[in-house]
């Protein structure tokens, strides 16, 4: 068996795995299906599929996945599938990307005592993918978007809720504590156990799509939620393709042969109501239509004889229905061609990393009893992420200077033009990792560090010109060292025969290349480090008179006071030098972040051109100016 993180990286899982369980009526994100996630470094294709169980959901998951076995088909009544599954391949059609397919669990399940987690499973669906494919049974009819609108109205035989055909209020006529209701009007029976179940005949379960709004939040803060907040979902809901499973209809409209695609916008016209029919009749068709702009529909003719359909894995292409075999194709490679790599609000392309944190975000969500909040998710991806984008313009800085900079530079003006275009990349490789960075929190962590590294490069360049010219000195002067211990100055006139073999090794240090910009000042400590020899020299030398002594000593002291005014003025250089380059370096990180605000400002106007709400207004560009 490979491990999870072999399977992630060869991006080739043998098979699917639980992402996320649905037992004993709660949501579990599996650590193992996660894991893999997180070591998906490419962009993922996000492909969910949801729908009523046993609709032949797999079937279709496994033939996006080219294989004949996979996922779970379940031939029994029961839903085969529970929770939801992952199975992550190699796009066919795009290099460089990995394909996810999740298949969910089947709705409306009537062994399950409480179906609350099918409006979350949808829910999680929907916020996951990057394509969502619902699938159903025959036609697009009434019965069908019922389907969507009350996934429990005719698969609970416990109840029978008569939808479009009772009257709510009519109901609440009756006593409370009534456990039995005829309604010859309707010619309809109903048989109840408790009050439990005429709470469902009242108030029948939620819809899958109409409570897409109440499931989801946009925003984190209640001021920004609401009616409004379902405006911001097309930002981020995925493109929506209906699949049409035993289709047998003629696909016509008044006689006139229409597409699959023109027969689903047909069907989500609105119907015209009356007095008669149900408020929400149309809720489910407006829904679709307000949520999902992008939509596709595949119709599938039964692909075999009925008594071979709970064998459909085993069958091989050949004893299929040749028009389903080609509707499958066109569908596959429909979904190839045309589905999206998965994005986030403002443009942030997902991978398997920000994947996994998406799904262990919203399934914490659920948990807590709090609903799933998109803009909480991309804020928590952007701790993380904006923390990797540091970590990573770091690596290039420090990659990038020891490959690009030699050290010592002859002058620190040498080592800042060399430091400079290493540190604009790093904070352009920071700025296209990173996104959300509120209150440039990241930005300026980025620019601590930097500087930090800055500074250190700075004095390594210091230490290492200080250790080479240390060497230098001793190789220099090591003779001359020598002879002084042999006493071949302790003469008359031997102090100035020592000078003159000191200027001339003087000249030749100085001649030396590569010594770096610590070259004059351990010339200087060096020969402070051998004052009290050089004295010892002068004053022995009795060749000399006393006035010629006393001119001598004073042009040492003035040699080591110009020397030392000179460090000085160096020390001050370098401060200027260095205060310079943080307003360069300043300079760039706003020059950098007013490009990357103007292409996030880009990309919000685009986003708002594709919403279908008018009432949207496009902010102004507002530039942030920050302090380091």
């Avoid at 369980?21 to 470094?41: P, R, T």
């Avoid at 029976?189 to 709004?213: D, F, G």
């Avoid at 003159?500 to 480090?529: H, I, V």
Wanted: charged share 25%.
């Amino acid at each position: 068996h490979k491990s999870t993180m072999e399977m992630a990286s060869e991006i080739n899982m043998p098979g699917p795995v639980c992402l996320i369980e649905n037992s004993g009526q709660e949501l579990v994100a599996n650590q193992e299906a996660l894991d893999i996630l997180y070591f998906i470094k490419q962009p993922v294709v996000v492909v969910a599929i949801v729908g009523s169980y046993r609709t032949g959901k797999s079937y279709l998951m496994n033939k996006l996945a080219g294989k004949q076995k996979g996922f779970s088909l379940g031939s029994t009544e029961p839903s085969h599938t529970k929770g939801i599954w992952m199975w992550c391949v190699p796009h066919p059609q795009k290099p460089g990307h990995t394909l996810v397919l999740l298949d969910t669990e089947g709705l409306g399940d009537v062994a399950k005592e409480d179906n609350q987690n099918d409006c979350w499973i949808f829910a999680l669906a929907v916020l996951l993918s990057s394509t969502l494919i619902y699938n159903s049974l025959e036609a697009i009819n009434q019965e069908a978007m019922d389907q969507l609108q009350y996934p429990l109205s005719t698969r609970n035989q416990k109840t029978l809720f008569a939808y479009g055909t009772l009257s709510l209020p009519f109901f609440h006529c009756f006593h409370p504590d009534l456990f039995y209701v005829i309604v010859t009007a309707c010619s309809i029976s109903m048989t109840l156990t408790s009050n439990i179940e005429l709470n469902k005949l009242l108030y029948p379960h939620p819809s899958y799509v109409t409570e897409l709004a109440d499931r989801i939040k946009s925003k984190s803060t209640p001021e920004q939620c609401g009616i409004d907040d379902s405006a911001n979902f097309v930002s981020f809901f995925p493109n929506f393709v209906w699949t049409l499973r035993d289709f047998s209809l003629e696909l016509e409209d008044n006689g006139k042969p229409v597409s699959p695609d023109e027969y689903l916008e047909n069907s989500l016209a609105l119907k015209k109501e009356t007095d008669k029919t149900p408020e929400n009749l149309n809720d489910s068709r407006l829904c679709i239509r307000k949520f999902f702009p992008k939509r596709k529909c595949f119709v599938f003719v039964r692909p075999a004889q009925k008594k071979y359909l709970s064998k459909l894995e085993t069958i091989p292409e050949e004893d299929l229905s040749e028009e389903f075999v080609k509707q499958v194709r066109e569908f596959t490679s429909y979904i190839f061609s045309s589905a999206n790599v998965k994005i986030l609000s403002g443009g942030i392309i997902v991978n398997g990393t920000l994947l996994q944190s998406l799904v262990a975000t919203y399934v914490n969500a659920i948990r807590s009893g709090e609903l799933p909040c998109v803009e909480n998710a991309v804020l928590a991806l952007a701790q993380i992420e904006n923390s990797a984008a540091v970590q990573k313009a770091i690596e290039h800085y420090e990659d990038q200077v020891n490959h690009k900079v030699q050290l010592p530079t002859e002058t620190l003006q040498e080592l800042l033009d060399l430091l400079r275009p290493i540190e604009n990349e790093a904070i352009e490789i920071f700025m296209k990792n990173s996104f959300k960075d509120v209150d440039q929190k990241f930005q300026r962590q980025l620019n601590d560090l930097l500087e930090a590294r800055r500074d250190a490069v700075v004095k390594k360049n210091m230490d290492v010109s200080s250790a080479h010219c240390l060497d230098l000195l001793q190789d220099v002067f090591g003779p001359l060292e020598e002879e002084m211990k042999q006493g071949t100055f302790s003469k008359p006139g031997g102090y100035y025969f020592f000078l003159q073999r000191k200027q001339a090794l003087e000249k030749n240090y100085n001649q030396a290349p590569g010594k770096g910009l610590q070259a004059e000042k351990m010339l200087k400590m060096y020969f402070e480090s051998k004052k009290s020899v050089t004295e010892t020299l002068l004053k022995m030398d009795q060749s000399l008179t006393e006035k010629e002594k006393k001119i001598e000593e004073e042009r040492i002291k003035a040699e080591a006071a110009e020397a030392a005014n000179r460090e000085l003025k160096e020390m001050q250089k370098k401060h200027q030098l260095m205060m310079e380059e943080k307003k360069k370096s300043y300079r760039e990180h706003v020059k950098q972040l007013f490009e990357k605000m103007l292409q996030e400002q880009e990309q919000l106007i685009a986003e708002q051109q594709n919403l279908l709400f008018p009432k949207v207004k496009v902010p102004d560009c507002t530039i942030l100016i920050f302090r380091f």
